[in-house]
Structures are given as structure tokens and as C-alpha cells.
């Protein structure tokens, strides 16, 4: 996902964009191994092989750099969860199974990411860049059922979804505290918590259907025009 320019920026040229992204590798190899308190810019600069004066120059403070990492992250994530389901899923429950699977296989696999978004310590703008994605993510999830079964009205449907998503977070966040890492069977709690808190607003059986192209396409919300207003 490419980085959106607010009116009146000048877009970041791909030299420029290049040095972001190693900064942000440089500040991904060091959290997997280091709390956040003992990364310094210093030392994320010094990872990267940049000076430390052309780090400040993209970076005044390093929280601005786990608050960029943390967004990659989330796009990361975010796409993983727009993807076509194949094959295609029968129950609302399968998709939640699904894709809680597929996310902490994710942060497993990426330590600095489960210390950014599950670790001790979190500052309030990367937990705020985390619920921004978990925000995304819930509208998606919407469309994704949508795209997938015949739904009834349901009311604040995706507020719905983000608290099963906060369920979730919460969960492995106690599995990372005591482990390091988030167990299956802290995975399959987090499912199960999810789904049973659903289940007091979905109904058990959603008919699926067979999602048509423009269906498919509207799960990713990200690429849908704003609304008009």
C-alpha cells in the first residue's frame, strides 16, 4: 500500500522512499530483539548504515519510527485479511477461525511486531496506529461476509467485529506476556471468545452465496472511493 499524500505535500520520491523502508527494516531487526526502551535512533541508524543526521531528517524521535513500522504492519495484516477466501467458507464461524489463524501466524513470525502491538509498554500512538488497522480491518471483515453469505440487517455490524477483534487482541496479548509468542491454544481461546460474544448478535446459519467480482472487490475498503459529502 502506497503512502497516501495529504494536500499540499509533495510526494516522497523513491529514493526517499527507499530510506524509509530500510529505517523501518533497521527498526524491525532491532525490536525483534531488544524492548522498545533500549532502541535508540542511534542505534537504528547504525543498523540501517545511514547517519544518524539523514534518520532525523524522516524521523525526529525513535516512537515515530515504531509508529511507521507499526503501520506497515497493519497494512501487512489488512491484507491478509482482504484476500479471497478459497475454498469458499460455509459459516460466519469459519471466517472468524480463518482469519484469526492466519493473523497470528503472521505476528508469530515477525517478533518485533508482537512486541510493538502485544508487548509492555506500548506508547499511545502506536496503540492508536493499531486500532486504526483492527478499524479497517473490522470494515473489511463486513464486506467480506457480505461478499460471502446473504446477511440480515444487523446493527453496528462492524463495531460488532471490532470488539471481537479487541477479544482477540487482548487474549494474545496475555499469551505474549506469558510465553513470548501466542500458543494455539491462546488462539483458539481467542476464537472461541470471539465467536461466542457474536453469536449474541449473529444467528447461527448465514446462507452463502457466490460472491460476484464487484462484491469481492468492495472487501477491500481502502480502495473505495471516499463517500461524497
Do not use: C
Not at 527507499?18 to 543498523?47: F, G, H, P, W, Y
Not at 496506529?129 to 444487523?154: M, Q
Not at 444467528?203 to 477491500?220: G, S
Request: net charge neutral; glycine share 4%; aromatic share 10%.
Amino acid at each position: 500500500m502506497k503512502p497516501r499524500v495529504k494536500q499540499g505535500e509533495r510526494p516522497m520520491r523513491s529514493r526517499g522512499l527507499k530510506r524509509v523502508q530500510d529505517i523501518l527494516d533497521a527498526t524491525e531487526i532491532l525490536l525483534a530483539e531488544k524492548s522498545n526502551e533500549d532502541v535508540s535512533l542511534a542505534q537504528i541508524a547504525e543498523q540501517a548504515e545511514i547517519p544518524l543526521a539523514s534518520l532525523y531528517h524522516f524521523f525526529p524521535n525513535r516512537n515515530a519510527a515504531f509508529v511507521a513500522l507499526a503501520k506497515r504492519f497493519n497494512e501487512q495484516l489488512y491484507r491478509l485479511a482482504i484476500e479471497p477466501m478459497d475454498p469458499r467458507p460455509t459459516s460466519w464461524q469459519q471466517v472468524v477461525s480463518f482469519r484469526q489463524a492466519r493473523s497470528a501466524a503472521f505476528l508469530n513470525a515477525r517478533p518485533a511486531a508482537l512486541r510493538l502491538f502485544l508487548g509492555a509498554g506500548v506508547s499511545v500512538d502506536v496503540r492508536a496506529a493499531d486500532w486504526a488497522g483492527n478499524e479497517a480491518v473490522a470494515r473489511s471483515r463486513v464486506k467480506l461476509l457480505e461478499a460471502y453469505f446473504h446477511l440480515p440487517y444487523i446493527k453496528d455490524l462492524q463495531t460488532k467485529i471490532a470488539v471481537a477483534i479487541a477479544l482477540q487482541d487482548g487474549i494474545w496479548a496475555l499469551s505474549y506476556g506469558r510465553l513470548g509468542f501466542i500458543a494455539p491454544e491462546f488462539v483458539d481461546a481467542s476464537t472461541e471468545a470471539a465467536i461466542s460474544y457474536l453469536r449474541n448478535y449473529l444467528p447461527q446459519h448465514f446462507e452463502p452465496r457466490m460472491p460476484d467480482p464487484e462484491a469481492l472487490a468492495a472487501i477491500d475498503v481502502l480502495a473505495q472511493p471516499a463517500p461524497a459529502t
